[in-house]
């Protein structure tokens, strides 16, 4: 096996790992992500492609009774990829809402939506037709370049391909040398800028290969020349591959940390969600599930489901107000002073007292009442109380069923021996 080859399996691994990567996003995601599942489209074609180009699947497909059929599928497949990722330049780079003239790229993207879908169609059936009838496959070949260079028949057959590989390689290196240029974010001008070098590494790519194929028909190469300029183009295309690949992802980095933030924040808050809804079953969209369940329901996106938990918690502690005295508010700080918690815990493990103390008041059969005092709000905004549900949540888990119900019965004690004085 050739270093060429390992880079193969490498790259077609790389380009399949950012496929499933950004799937979720592209399927289940908001309105933002679904306008990327084209993008999402041209790395699962790509990944296709990649993968009928390494030695193991291009040898066994190319001895099939179809003989050079990994190139009919990596064609296929490129082509798609091709069309998917014009979609997306046309839904990114196309729409344009204020008034006055429209912008120069935006104008170029409306165009290529108009040819796009069409110009693919074409493609397919002409490499299909081409395919079948001109190109000479009288024998399985490893490196189709290489092995048919000089055949006027592969040559036009390549040269259909190529010209519309190049013309869409050279609709994208537009498009986001403009966009780089716009950029304001450092991460994602340095994204684009490796996307507008590969598309460009595309361009020159196919070029060279059209220019080579076409000389050759005049000019007969030599075996060994072949060869050599086949993988040297080979090589540049891995190059342009693994510069799309990481350039693509950088700008989605980005998101990678607040995903990470709220998928803890689901694990952390899950146990007191899940105890409030089950005493409140009827409160929440669906009934709760256990945490890996819920972790699994990709059809809601990981910030609105934790949005969702939070409001929830919210309600039933507003629901739990009117089964516990007033006097559980400070027993609960009490408590949580007594523990000898520092200053940062002090407040949540009160509040974390006070939940579990009137969840057994609820559990008791204590009749519902009157409101009765809570702690003020402790954020002003929603991640600031989500920050603090999952301080509250993890003081919550620390706190013993029997501590909770001796706070309740001493805050209840306290109630009667007021009512008591002022009666």
Known sequence: MTPLDV????????MTAVAVWRMPAALWGDEEDRRRRALWGCYAGFAAALWTKTRAVRIGLNDSPVTDLSVLIKHYTATVAILAILSYIVAIYGQYADAGAVPRHVRFARMI???????????????????????DRSTPSDRFVADHAGQWGATLYMSVFYLYLGAASAVCAYQWALATASAGRRHLRVGLGMMTFAMFIGVGYTVSRTLFLWVSVVDQPGEAFALRFDEITEASQVVLFAFFAIGASIPACRNV???????????????????????????????????????SRFGTPADLRVDRWAADIADAVEKLRHYVPDALLPAAEAAAADGGAGRERTGPLADAYWIKAALAARSAGTPAGDAAAVGTQHATDQDGEVAWLVRVAAAY???????????????????????????
């Open 113 to 135: 939506q108009q040819v796009a879908a069409k110009a693919s169609v074409a493609t397919l059936v002409l490499l299909t037709v081409l395919f079948f009838t001109v190109v």
């Open 257 to 295: 940390r607040r995903r990470a933030t709220l998928w803890r924040a689901q694990v952390k808050l899950h146990a007191l969600w899940y105890e409030l809804m089950t005493a409140f079953p009827d409160q929440p969209f669906d009934p709760p599930a256990p945490l890996l369940r819920e972790l």
């Open 7 to 14: 880079a193969g399996y490498l790259i077609a691994g790389l």
């Open 397 to 423: 888990r620390t706190v013993a069923p029997e501590r909770a119900r001796q706070v309740l019965a001493a805050s209840a004690a306290v109630q009667e021996q007021e009512q008591e004085q002022q009666t």
